[in-house]
């Protein structure tokens, strides 16, 4: 297997078995570990986190001068950036995992066959995770807690552009692990940023139970392409959220602007906002707090003449995920176009609707 880094050496292939020799022998632990010690493993990381945020976040610091030297965009760049906020978010996010009730061992099914058999179907670990991912520092802990958290040991590896934070926040989670007394090779960070080991992780089916791509599209193409385990994979994130007729004008106010300002450059946040007809006298409000904060809209030939300063939008952009300040709004005629403009051009990712009918919401869902 090659890539535009180079071709898979043995070197990669003895690492990986190295590595995934020892996380398999990790997975049996945790598999039968007490939820308890799971979560004071993340707990504990958390505090770890907290204690390290002066070396976390300068070793932040040193990959985002490396990305702007490189030229990464302001999106990868706010993508890749942490600060004390959001370094407390990823140590908060730790400790609500740990507060999750308990997956393992959790009774999906039960039934008993004509001959008396009773059988019953239960959540177990899956063993070991791979996970790749992109230029967001936070994945290193979000990946490794909810691994943690089901029982499953998990290699990690992260984008060469988030180097330095992904070594720092995995040195914390390490100190967890050893704080609960799991093994500390449970979470695993690749060691190299070469792209062909990349490869290596793909290929090591004796050591892996699954992966999952967390990124671009030509990311997880890669990984749906060349894994010879099962893949868990996303797509892009063309969000899409509707404001009914019966929608509240305030909520829907705050709600698109929380959802397309709070980090336009994550695959989470909004990229369109249909709007009912009915509700067209909320678009003076929309275009005022938006264009405050600083996004670009553009709408379609009914919005348009509302606001001068709505741009043309065209049908590229009912497709595209800007993953920056760029807001595509468009006007509907009730539910039914508003579902089938998202199933033409959403991705599956995340759609919403605002509304005070239950029984509205309770279709569109």
Same mark, same amino acid.
């Given at each position: 297997?090659?890539?535009d880094?180079?071709?898979m050496?043995?070197?990669?292939?003895?690492?990986?078995?190295?590595?995934?020799?020892?996380?398999?022998?990790?997975?049996?632990?945790?598999?039968?570990?007490?939820?308890r010690?799971?979560d004071?493993a993340l707990?504990?990381?958390?505090?770890?986190?907290?204690q390290?945020?002066?070396?976390?976040?300068?070793?932040?610091?040193?990959?985002?001068?490396?990305g702007r030297?490189?030229?990464?965009?302001? !999106?990868?760049?706010?993508? #890749?950036? &942490?600060?004390?906020?959001r370094l407390?978010?990823?140590?908060? $996010?730790? =400790? %609500?995992i740990?507060?999750l009730?308990d997956?393992?061992?959790?009774?999906?099914?039960?039934?008993?066959r004509?001959?008396g058999?009773?059988?019953r179907?239960?959540?177990?670990?899956?063993?070991v995770?791979?996970v790749?991912?992109?230029?967001?520092p936070?994945?290193? !802990?979000?990946?490794a807690? #909810?691994? &943690?958290?089901s029982g499953?040991a998990?290699?990690?590896?992260? $984008?060469s =552009? %988030?180097?330095h934070?992904n070594?720092?926040?995995?040195?914390a989670?390490?100190?967890g692990?050893?704080a609960?007394?799991?093994?500390?090779e449970?979470?695993?960070?690749?060691?190299?940023?070469?792209?062909?080991?990349?490869?290596?992780?793909?290929?090591?089916?004796?050591?892996?139970?699954?992966?999952?791509?967390?990124?671009?599209k030509s990311?997880?193409a890669?990984?749906?392409?060349?894994a010879?385990?099962?893949?868990?994979?996303h797509?892009?994130?063309?969000?899409h959220?509707?404001?009914?007729?019966?929608?509240?004008?305030?909520?829907a106010v705050?709600v698109v602007?929380?959802?397309k300002?709070?980090?336009p450059g994550i695959?989470?946040?909004?990229?369109?906002?249909?709007?009912?007809?009915?509700?067209?006298?909320?678009?003076?409000?929309?275009?005022?707090r938006?264009s405050?904060m600083?996004?670009?809209?553009?709408?379609?030939d009914?919005?348009?003449?509302l606001?001068?300063?709505?741009?043309?939008?065209d049908?590229n952009?009912?497709?595209?995920?800007y993953?920056?300040a760029?807001?595509a709004?468009?006007?509907?005629?009730?539910?039914?176009e508003?579902?089938a403009?998202?199933a033409?051009?959403?991705?599956g990712?995340?759609?919403?609707?605002?509304?005070?009918?239950?029984?509205?919401?309770?279709?569109?869902l």
């Amino acid at each position: 297997m090659t890539d535009d880094a180079g071709t898979m050496t043995d070197n990669h292939a003895a690492m990986l078995e190295r590595l995934g020799r020892s996380a398999r022998t990790a997975a049996r632990t945790l598999a039968v570990s007490a939820p308890r010690q799971r979560d004071r493993a993340l707990g504990a990381a958390a505090q770890a986190i907290r204690q390290a945020h002066r070396e976390i976040l300068e070793a932040n610091r040193k990959d985002v001068q490396a990305g702007r030297e490189r030229g990464l965009s302001d !999106a990868l760049l706010d993508r #890749l950036r &942490l600060d004390e906020t959001r370094l407390e978010g990823i140590a908060a $996010g730790l =400790e %609500a995992i740990a507060a999750l009730p308990d997956p393992v061992g959790r009774l999906l099914a039960e039934w008993t066959r004509p001959n008396g058999l009773r059988i019953r179907r239960v959540a177990v670990p899956i063993g070991v995770i791979g996970v790749i991912y992109e230029s967001r520092p936070n994945v290193t !802990a979000d990946a490794a807690g #909810l691994c &943690l958290k089901s029982g499953n040991a998990v290699i990690l590896r992260g $984008g060469s =552009e %988030a180097v330095h934070s992904n070594r720092a926040l995995h040195a914390a989670l390490v100190q967890g692990l050893q704080a609960a007394e799991l093994p500390v090779e449970s979470v695993q960070l690749l060691p190299t940023q070469d792209r062909a080991a990349v490869g290596a992780l793909l290929a090591a089916h004796r050591w892996l139970d699954m992966v999952v791509p967390r990124g671009g599209k030509s990311l997880v193409a890669r990984v749906q392409q060349d894994a010879r385990v099962p893949v868990l994979a996303h797509l892009d994130g063309n969000n899409h959220l509707y404001i009914h007729a019966a929608a509240d004008p305030a909520m829907a106010v705050e709600v698109v602007a929380n959802a397309k300002m709070r980090r336009p450059g994550i695959c989470g946040a909004l990229e369109t906002v249909l709007i009912d007809r009915a509700r067209l006298d909320l678009v003076p409000a929309l275009v005022d707090r938006l264009s405050d904060m600083g996004c670009e809209l553009r709408a379609d030939d009914t919005l348009r003449p509302l606001d001068a300063r709505f741009k043309p939008a065209d049908e590229n952009d009912w497709a595209t995920e800007y993953l920056e300040a760029i807001l595509a709004l468009k006007a509907v005629d009730g539910p039914k176009e508003a579902l089938a403009h998202i199933a033409r051009y959403g991705s599956g990712h995340t759609d919403g609707i605002i509304t005070g009918d239950q029984s509205t919401a309770e279709e569109f869902l």
